[in-house]
DNA sequence: AAATACACA
DNA sequence: GGTGTGTATTT
């Protein structure tokens, strides 16, 4: 092989071996292998961030000009600082009052709130904590309008939402379609290459990185040289065909970035590298103490170790925590440099299952995959913190409504997308003071119009589960959450875990036999105890419209006053039409999924109140 | 089912 | 540094 891999390893004299893997021979096979996945030597993958989003999506509401220095403020402090904001000394930690008097024309917005008596959030004036709660929803949804210009604009590109700001892009797909676009005599193993498809590539061309971002350095001579816009080739390095992968990726990304500033107005930085974890930490190159944005960075594999040698290494993603701070006192260091010296063994002695993570990652190896993780969301969350604890019982409803509120809300706008999205449980959290925070959770029923009231009658009666051995109240935080959020799957399978979530802990449905064209129903009938009265059907039963067959209570508890028992029926009403809703789904499509093999679980559940009456159960 | 850890604006 | 979210792992 003719590489020039001698000269550049030449640079890292102390441990070259630790970094051996920075020029691989590239072969015809590694050009026409479509899933090599993470062992790709032309990988390419992008982190994307948007630059102080927060603040971003607030600028772009009120359609400021972008060098406005703006803020966001949750109650008096700061939660996002535009760039133009930072020149002035701003930062996240201040108060509001010094923000605005290191910058007396700052535009501060506070933050979204719901606002009790208020049904949606808004903008309100005088906000305070004690009765307002703050709402993230513009920010949720410009984020996913971002990811959808990513996915309009790359329809090859893998995507994986990281956070709310920040996005990963596996750009492998795209550019080496581009590649052999732009390079088609890669396509054909030659007549005489020496050993067929695995011969390696022919020697790859110059790149012009001018309007490609900003390349990482090398060395620090490339450093000081590529001030002076002096070209690479001078400094005895030469190009790989990964670096050509890197440089399509960079045009790629900037053609992404240009579009999300067209059609949203944020601007965004980007890392283009060979991993996810060296992409996320080149994407923020040099940003943290300049107002340098809007732009994206390139690390070449040969960088690789100039750049991480140095790098404090609890700034890196997932060191940031226990596992950086366990690292740090063990060894008595700071940089990822010190750490090489440690040998696999022993810190896999230390360390257990990290160590090997770690001691790749350290060396620049990321064997994590771009997973296409569907926007969608697994858990939803609201919560309060209360700068008053709250004693009052009463209180702890009043807080739970608001948040039954916003899930509600935020629950529907998501089924606007989705329309089957079903939270299968929900969990409350309480902390009393310093204490670690307590929490119960139960299963959620599907339901088609999850109201407010459906969700606080749940959250209401977890928060007396958590209440009722606790002594004193004195609740500082009160978090309100579905998790286990997926898409309901359409088709026979769906109307299958429908009557299996009903069977659990509600009591069956009622249906006509006319009607019981479905054989997954049997049994699910006839075993209404005893109709009740004639003069009192109306209170206790109704006339389905789409069925006409006539659907009663089951269990009428004596009990129960008029009231109770209308909200009873209201409830037998939603899950009836929840059930012709499950039936229009299961015919309107195709099954698209194979069914699941998970065995029909027979499990029995005897304490709980059934059905409806549970929503009742008195203490 | 409940608690803990980590990340990020 | 505090509040509000989110995910994944451990107990």
Redesign the pocket.
Known sequence: MNSPSKSAKGKGKTMSQDYDDLRPIITYRHILSQNLGVRDPLRVIALC?SD????ACERVRLALDPTVPIVVQ??E????VSYPARKYGIS??DKIKDAKKKCPNLVAVHVATYKEGEKEPGYWDNVD?RTH????DL??RESSKIINVFKQTLPNGEIEK?????AFIDLTRPVREKLLERYPHLATVPEDAPDGADSPLPPPPLINWDQLGVLIPLTPQDEVSAQDELSNVESGYSTTWHDVALSIGAELMAQVREEVSKQLGYTTSAGIARNKFLA?LCASYKKPNSQVIDRQSILRNDAIPYYLRPMPFQKI????????DALAKEYDVLIVGDLLTISLDEMQHKFG?NALWVYELLRGIDRNEVKE?STL?????????L?KPITDPADGQHWIRVLAA?LALRLKDAREEVPTLWPK?I?L?ARKGYE????????FPFTKNVTVDVIALAGNKLWK?LMKDVTSINIT?V?L?FTGIEAAETGQQMIHGFFKTRDAQHPPLKRPRSNSDDPLDKGVESETPNPPERQELSLTSFVCERCHSRIALGDVRAEWNEEQRASALAMLRQEHEDFHFAQDLAGASHPIKPRSSKPVSTRSREPEPKGITKFFSKK
């Not at 969301?377 to 913190?385: Q, R």
Request: proline fraction near 2%; charge should be positive; avoid cysteine.
């Open positions: 961030d102080a989003f927060y603040a949750q109650w402090s700061l939660i996002a996240r930690m904590t709660k703050v709402s993230l920010y949720r990281a956070s709310i700001d920040e996320k993603r997932f060191l940031g925590g226990k596992l950086g299952e993780k969301f697994k858990s939803m969350l609201a919560s309060k913190n700068p916003e449980t969990v959290h670690t925070s307590r929490s119960k959770q139960a299963a589960e935080s978090q959450a």
